[in-house]
């Protein structure tokens, strides 16, 4: 009876410090990691830390504050790779369209506009990349939750194809090749699997 009692005060603390860590991973109070806000755009530029996992490796995403760049700001983001590289992102939002600064060019990246469509498409600044929006009401299944309501943009680059997803009030929550996931998001690090 004592180790029934136990048993059952373990499972309820391990329920509750898993929904305290899925909170604090929310993009803003309230707001649980696997669910988004309807209210919100699908690239959220609100904050949050999560960890991305990319094929065989993962980094984790940092909002680290805001920046100056010629003359407009930004939101700066921190990715840390696993091997311990750091990329920096720059994002700002503008009636509705949400950009990226582009060290090697003039203008910045349109990365999403609130008003797009299916079939709209549009190329980074560079000009080697070229998105277009697949599809909307898109369910995706991770490791990590089981999402609904998405929108699938493909990334079509000279050397690369992907399908990406992102979810209103969280922005990127995962990507596939040929319908198979390669990416996802989580609050917390995941298990490695053996190969």
Known sequence: MVYKKEVKRKVFLLILVLSFNLNCFAQKEGQVFCEGDETESYFSLLSANKIVYWYDTYYIEKK?????????????YSQTWEEGYVAKLFLRQEQGRTYQYEECCTEDTLRFDDNFTINDKWKTADKLVEYQVLETNVALKTPVCNYKNLIKIKYNSKDAFFEFYYLKGFGYVGASVDGKLISCVSAELLPKKDN
Not at 64 to 76: A, D, H, L, M
């Open 64 to 76: 680290v504050g805001t920046k100056t760049i010629n003359n407009k700001e930004y939101i700066e």
